[in-house]
């Protein structure tokens, strides 16, 4: 059963990217275009070229928790190193220093979810990985990802299977005020490590 009670954010892609939570955590389109989701309905998914589309959700603590869940669906158009989410500012040119968390792709090593912990703001440090090591997932086909954090796990699960599981140092994310959300870039723009494929059902 879909999950409902105590989300923080939904993004359904009803043929927009408003955040049906109830709680208006509202993303703006930035080329992304609407596609057909995994049961071939029209318009009910967004498509991501890979080059410099994402949905941009603005800062608001509730996206930054000290714990969280994320689930989604995916499908990739390609073996790259991806982005499909991250949390964190978008920047041009500089250091980021308000990562938190994403999901997507090491490269070569498959796709999975990081969470940043004892960083005390520095860029680029900090980061626990559960990375899938069961190999890629196949190419032009939805799968269903969940990444969690719960204060001593980081897990990365891929159509219901624990793919990953990854013990740290008990504790919170990062807490660092501001950073967007992004749905399909990185932290970097251009050429942020854009995500080439379609998402849908992004629940957090």
């Not at 086909?141 to 159509?159: M, N, R, S």
């Amino acid at each position: 059963a879909a999950v409902t009670a105590g989300l923080v954010a939904y993004y359904p892609f009803n043929g927009n990217a408003k955040d049906e939570s109830g709680n208006g955590r509202h993303g703006r389109v930035n080329g992304a275009t609407l596609t057909t989701d995994r049961n071939g309905v029209p318009g009910k998914a967004f498509s991501f070229d890979g080059k410099n589309d994402y949905i941009n959700v603005l800062a608001h603590r509730e996206l930054g928790p000290g714990k969280i869940t994320i689930s989604l669906w995916v499908l990739q158009e390609s073996r790259k190193k991806q982005w499909i989410l991250y949390k964190s500012e978008l920047m041009k040119t500089g250091f980021v220093i308000k990562e938190q968390y994403c999901m997507g792709s090491a490269g070569g090593s498959g796709m999975g979810f990081l969470v940043k912990r004892g960083s005390n703001g520095r860029g680029g440090q900090g980061w626990q990985r559960a990375i899938s090591d069961r190999g890629r997932m196949p190419l032009s086909k939805w799968h269903h990802f969940v990444g969690t954090w719960d204060g001593a796990q980081l897990k990365f699960y891929v159509d219901g299977l624990l793919h990953k599981q990854v013990s740290a140092s008990p504790g919170d994310i990062d807490n660092i005020a501001g950073g967007d959300l992004r749905f399909g870039c990185g932290w970097k723009s251009p050429h942020a490590e854009n995500f080439f494929g379609k998402l849908d059902d992004i629940r957090i």
